[in-house]
């Protein structure tokens, strides 16, 4: 693991935060400063330095900042960008807000971090196999996903239907196919 400049220092990057800004934060390209020990935890519970983070407000300053890129996560700042450790998805998809039904259905979702969107064709839901059964996941923005609770997920099984063999769920237009219907004994 590369060590951050200032390792253990989050002043840093809070200092970065700060910064006058002249362009918007998707054209940030700062050098890359290492990592640090910081992670997101399958539970979306944000640590640093091994201890978690309790204060809300600073959990969203970081998570406004937030990039993938391939399979890696960084933090990143008009001045640095520092790689972290993402267990799972950054962000919890933690409530649900349903209008409409059937095809017009339109799934809402806000995530542990106020992030709010609209399941469909940009904010795509995707079921993904575990040795738990299918781990529901919503784009968030980017490469960023929001893992969906398992209580959210028992109500989209709730709210499923069948299409073309395919068990799954309508939002926004599109329908997400979560499992072959015949896989999961529902009537095609």
């Known amino acids: 693991m590369v060590k951050a400049q200032n390792p253990g220092d989050a002043a840093g990057l809070l200092k970065g935060l700060t910064a006058p800004v002249r362009v918007s934060p998707e054209q940030w390209n700062p050098p890359f400063c290492g990592d640090i020990d910081m992670r997101i935890g399958a539970d ?30 960084y933090l990143v700042t008009p001045v640095e960008k520092v790689g972290i450790r993402v267990d799972d998805a950054p962000f919890m998809a933690v409530r649900l807000r349903i209008e409409g039904e059937g095809e017009g259905q339109q799934l809402h979702f806000d995530t542990n971090v106020d992030d709010e969107v609209a399941a469909g064709p940009e904010h795509p839901l995707r079921f993904a196999a575990s040795g738990e059964g299918l781990k529901p996941y919503v784009r968030v923005r980017g490469g960023l996903e929001a893992l969906v609770t398992r209580s959210l997920y ?11 063999g395919w068990f799954g769920i309508w939002s926004g237009g599109r329908f997400f196919a979560m499992q072959r219907a015949s896989e999961i004994d529902v009537e095609t």
Request: glycine share 12%; hydrophobic share 40%.
């Open 44 to 73: 979306g519970t944000w640590y640093y330095l091994g201890t978690p983070i309790g204060r809300a407000p600073l959990v969203k300053l970081f998570a406004s900042v937030l990039r993938r890129e391939g399979e890696a996560y």
């Open 154 to 164: 028992y109500e989209l099984v709730q709210l499923g239907t069948v299409r073309d």
